[in-house]
């Protein structure tokens, strides 16, 4: 596989459901990011890691959980969601961190709260 | 204010025709501009990046003004598969530290 995915590609789960998402990098980048995208709004960037490190959380309620186990996987905890989060959540990577190298993302996954 | 605004649209373009929208920043520090383009229930994708000088790949062309703090696309000879979501993205650095900050994007539908 080449590029970035993402599954599940679609997820409806109860506000007291527990589930993750999954997001792989084939493109050899040290930068992996969390973004969420809700209808008619700019991405909000959630996280950043950069080598498997965190190295932003932007205010980010702590129902979300970001996990990077390696530099090419991350995940994203989710438990007791709120139905406003509900939304599409793209994965991005880039070469490194914090600079204005093109990011790629993933094909994202459209979350519904219920 | 947001840090990035775009006119939602939709711009409706004849198949043929020439489109053209503007993009405004609001951090006068912002230091790279980039188009991205986003199909429907699809991720973003780099367009191209918009340099001082003006650029042009094909039929797109972007500019940068710096002065006034907005950036513009413009795509002539509408194909239908120009019909896309165009996000106008700023990448600005606080704190040392340099994040891209996206725009809400601009609709374009083109028709037959």
């Known amino acids: 596989e080449t590029g970035v995915t993402q599954t599940p590609r679609h997820l409806v789960m109860g506000m007291t459901n527990k589930k993750s998402l999954k997001c792989e990098q084939h493109l050899g980048h040290n930068a992996m990011y969390w973004y969420k995208q809700s209808a008619k709004k700019p991405l909000e960037l959630m996280f950043v890691?950069?080598?498997?490190?965190?190295?932003e959380n932007n205010s980010v309620p702590s129902r979300f959980s970001p996990e990077c186990p390696n530099s090419s996987h991350l995940f994203l905890h989710l438990h007791t969601l709120q139905p406003e989060d509900s939304a599409l959540y793209l994965c991005?990577?880039?070469?490194?961190?914090?600079?204005?190298?093109?990011?790629?993302f993933g094909p994202g996954t459209r979350l519904t709260v219920t | 204010r947001k840090e990035v605004e775009q006119d939602p649209g939709p711009f409706n373009v004849p198949e043929g025709a020439t489109v053209a929208f503007n993009c405004t920043y609001s951090?006068?520090?912002?230091?790279?501009f980039f188009w991205y383009r986003q199909d429907c229930r699809k991720e973003p994708k780099l367009l191209m990046s918009?340099?001082?000088s003006g650029n042009e790949d094909g039929r797109f062309t972007a500019q940068l003004n710096r002065a006034s703090q907005y950036i513009s696309l413009l795509i002539r000879d509408s194909k239908l598969s120009d019909s896309a979501t165009y996000l106008c993205?700023?990448?600005?650095?606080?704190?040392?530290?340099?994040?891209?900050?996206f725009g809400a994007g601009t609709q374009v539908v083109v028709t037959p």
């Open positions: 993205v700023v990448f600005m650095t606080t704190d040392s530290w340099g994040k891209l900050q």
């Open positions: 918009v340099y001082s």
């Open positions: 951090n006068s520090a912002s230091q790279s």
């Open positions: 890691y950069s080598l498997e490190e965190r190295v």
């Open positions: 991005a990577s880039s070469p490194v961190a914090g600079s204005n190298y093109e990011q790629y």
